[in-house]
């Protein structure tokens, strides 16, 4: 596929509950970055990755969320224990190489619903 | 810490009228970059803008990237039902994020 890839595309889960989800970058895509979208709200930046360095964390909101990536592969992102307000869309984006100066390519995002 | 604010929040016009979002970053930019997402979709990149003072144009759409680097505009002349979506424009902060803008929502009635 030419594109961003992201599963499920829906995920409706009981509170408390762990969920994964998943990415596949573009082939050849070193940047990897996860986002968080509320309905009606803008893109929160989550995690970053790129090559083999050190993820960049820092926009995890709690212990709760973690991601890993291998090399640069796919790249799962995982809520433990949800909560309510982790309902959003969330995104995956990937870009050709590291730099600030890159367009950044989404995946459809997977829809996650916490009951 | 760094904020992209977007302006207005939403807009609705007449298919034919223009359309502008305003962006402001509370600091200098290296560059930034436009995104559109479409109801139901994925942000899409637009554009981006490196140079102080740089217009862009594509088609009917108008960027610009003001002299500080601090602040960024699109403009779509004649809007059509096809502009319908969610602008979004985003700069790199310190590390390896983006800001993300809080995006300008466009309706257009035909």
């Known amino acids: 596929g030419a594109g961003v890839s992201q599963s499920p595309s829906n995920k409706v889960t009981e509170k408390g509950k762990d969920v994964e989800l998943r990415c596949d970058p573009i082939s050849g895509h070193t940047a990897l970055y996860w986002y968080r979208q509320r309905l009606g709200q803008g893109l929160e930046f989550l995690i970053y990755?790129?090559?083999?360095?050190?993820?960049?964390k820092s926009g995890l909101p709690s212990d709760r969320f973690s991601a890993e990536r291998t090399g640069e592969s796919v790249s799962t992102l995982t809520i433990q224990r949800t909560q309510q307000e982790d309902s959003a869309v969330y995104l995956c984006?990937?870009?050709?190489?590291?730099?600030?100066?890159?367009?950044?390519?989404f995946g459809d995002g997977t829809r996650l619903s916490i009951l | 810490g760094q904020q992209v604010m977007q302006i207005p929040q939403y807009q609705h016009v007449q298919e034919g009228e223009d359309f502008t979002t305003y962006c402001n970053s509370s600091?200098?930019?290296?560059?930034i970059q436009w995104y559109k997402q479409r109801p139901g979709g994925h942000p899409v990149f637009l554009i981006q803008l490196v140079k102080s003072g740089e217009v862009k144009k594509q088609k009917r759409l108008t960027f610009q990237f003001g002299e500080a680097k601090k602040n960024s505009s699109l403009h779509i002349t004649a809007t059509q039902t096809t502009d319908v979506g969610t602008y979004f424009c985003?700069?790199?902060?310190?590390?390896?994020?983006?800001?993300f803008g809080t995006g300008t929502s466009l309706t257009v009635i035909p």
């Open positions: 984006a990937s870009s050709s190489r590291w730099g600030k100066d890159q367009p950044q390519h």
């Open positions: 985003a700069g790199p902060h310190t590390g390896n994020q983006f800001y």
């Open positions: 990755f790129q090559g083999n360095s050190a993820p960049d």
């Open positions: 600091t200098t930019l290296s560059n």
